[in-house]
């Protein structure tokens, strides 16, 4: 049952995530990568402080507390500025399908810091689901922006990041609680972030925006923000780093959507197969029987 929730959570998290990602292209070119991280997280921040206050949540160790706030700001911070600013160069899809190889580099970290066993019906699973989404977003490709290429490698090498922080991030999760963490690291990385945005005129260009820029800029911090974050939290409190992960092959396929919804981003009938690939993926990646896994572990 744990695991079902984790993977439930995982996939609700990711699904909001490539929304997100929809919402930031959609306003990259009224802002810059610190302020749209300062807007996403500051706002889930302000929300989510009290909810752990009241609900008198765990917070993080003395002793962990510098780890924590380190993991914040390589987050929160270092790993969403390099994502926002690929996607001033790309397109929401285009930069989704870059992301979506974070299955993979999460379950090479996880295995390199010995974290977790690999085994075949897992790697088939992820790269079943990453060339779904490969196949999905084929046609979107094609229609890129001059140099997107440039935001493409810069969210390859994101994903570095995240899969760090997905796999460090379960032990201080399981020694505090899951809102505590997660609020706490939010409010570091999103300090550091309104600092830089702060001290370089983006806040101060945020009064410009429009009506609809400030409505999703809202939506933004309240889904992208709290909701998925606390959701991927959750997930990680319950599974397995590599089944979380694998769960962001939903990314692209969402971020395609709300990117051709929002900007007129191009998507193609292969979409269809992507999710039936993605489905499929997820499934034999996250399925897979504990005889099997304790086998393999032996």
Request: net charge positive.
């Amino acid at each position: 049952m744990s695991n079902r929730v984790g993977i439930v959570a995982a996939l609700a998290s990711s699904a909001l995530g490539g929304t997100a990602g929809a919402l930031t292209r959609y306003l990259i070119g009224a802002s810059d990568p610190q302020t749209l991280a300062t807007f996403r997280f500051g706002i889930a921040f302000v929300l989510l402080l009290p909810v752990a206050s009241i609900t008198r949540s765990r917070w993080p160790l003395r002793a962990d507390l510098l780890g924590v706030v380190a993991l914040g700001v390589m987050y929160f911070f270092v790993f969403f500025f390099l994502y926002n600013l690929a996607l001033s160069f790309t397109t929401a899809a285009r930069g989704a399908l870059a992301l979506a190889t974070l299955p993979l580099t999460t379950m090479l970290v996880a295995a390199a810091l010995g974290k977790e066993n690999l085994t075949g019906r897992k790697t088939t699973g992820v790269l079943t689901a990453v060339i779904g989404v490969a196949l999905a977003l084929a046609t979107g490709l094609r229609s890129a922006p001059l140099g997107a290429w440039r935001g493409d490698l810069i969210m390859i090498g994101a994903t570095l990041i995240m899969a760090c922080y997905t796999v460090w991030s379960r032990a201080f999760v399981q020694r505090s609680s899951r809102l505590g963490f997660l609020v706490t690291g939010m409010g570091a990385g999103s300090a550091v972030s309104f600092v830089l945005a702060l001290s370089l005129g983006g806040i101060a260009h945020v009064s410009t925006w429009t009506v609809a820029q400030w409505t999703a800029g809202i939506a933004l911090g309240l889904l992208g923000g709290g909701a998925a974050f606390y959701l991927w939290t959750l997930a990680l409190d319950h599974t397995t780093p590599t089944r979380v992960a694998n769960t962001m092959t939903i990314n692209p396929v969402a971020a395609a959507v709300g990117g051709a919804l929002l900007v007129g981003e191009p998507i193609g009938l292969n979409l269809v197969f992507g999710i039936v690939s993605v489905a499929v993926g997820i499934w034999l990646a996250s399925t897979e029987s504990t005889s099997a896994a304790t086998k393999h572990a032996t």
